[in-house]
T-cell receptor, first 113, second 114 residues
Framework: DQQVKQNSPSLSVQEGRISILNCDYT??????FLWYKKYPAEGPTFLIS?????DKNEDGRFTVFLNKSAKHLSLHIVPSQPGDSAVYFC????????????FGQGTELSVKP | DAGVIQSPRHEVTEMGQEVTLRCKPI?????LFWYRQTMMRGLELLIY????????DSGMPEDRFSAKMPNASFSTLKIQPSEPRDSAVYFC????????????FGQGTRLTVV
């Protein structure tokens, strides 16, 4: 039972353009959503998060949007840079479950110069 | 702080052998998580501990998998006997509190069972 889904395994974008990574979830009880970034041979690192009571959170070039009615969130990267090339994981959490993160399958972003 | 430290970085073993993966969480972090990364399911949570106590092991795939946390600075994930389908990257992560949203990951152990 995959509660968090990233249906696009890969995405290719030109440098300077916008990258949009999508994530869907099935459990309406999730309290918080996070995006992690992962480079090859490294562990995932936290990128940005959003509370379920908000619909947008922005941090520099990164913005996360949450649509609760559609159970959908997205990560926008503007402008995209070659150094953004990595695998991006969407994750969700419920506070009463001790903080354990439920991850999606990941989307590999390639930003071409 | 050195971050979450995992060892070994790479492990190649023969089917049927016992494998032990090790993790040292960030000092002061009370929660520890073991994840497995596969192409099909992404990052799967196997088990997590809070204050050295296993809270949820529902993600452990089979009885061949076991995890321990004898103290606040060390945890192990053991697979016995190992099988080729266990080949994956195993990550350990730690978090300051059980309700903290952000977890900090180690660099992972790439396990290959031949």
């Amino acid at each position: 039972d995959q509660q968090v889904k990233q249906n696009s395994p890969s995405l290719s974008v030109q440098e300077g353009r916008i990258s949009i990574l999508n994530c869907d979830y099935t459990n309406s009880m999730f309290d918080y959503f996070l995006w992690y970034k992962k480079y090859p041979a490294e562990g995932p690192t936290f990128l940005i998060s959003i509370s379920s009571i908000k619909d947008k959170n922005e941090d520099g070039r990164f913005t996360v949007f949450l649509n609760k009615s559609a159970k959908h969130l997205s990560l926008h990267i503007v402008p995209s840079q070659p150094g953004d090339s990595a695998v991006y994981f969407c994750a969700a959490i419920r506070y009463n479950q001790g903080g354990k993160l439920i991850f999606g399958q990941g989307t590999e972003l390639s930003v071409k110069p | 702080d050195a971050g979450v430290i995992q060892s070994p970085r790479h492990e190649v073993t023969e089917m049927g052998q016992e494998v032990t993966l090790r993790c040292k969480p960030i000092s002061g972090h009370n929660s520890l998580f073991w994840y497995r990364q596969t192409m099909m399911r992404g990052l799967e949570l196997l088990i997590y501990f809070n204050n050295n106590v296993p809270i949820d092991d529902s993600g452990m795939p089979e009885d061949r998998f076991s995890a321990k946390m004898p103290n606040a600075s060390f945890s192990t994930l053991k697979i016995q006997p190992s099988e080729p389908r266990d080949s994956a990257v195993y990550f350990c992560a730690s978090s300051p509190t059980p309700t903290n949203t952000e977890a900090f990951f180690g660099q992972g152990t790439r396990l290959t069972v031949v």
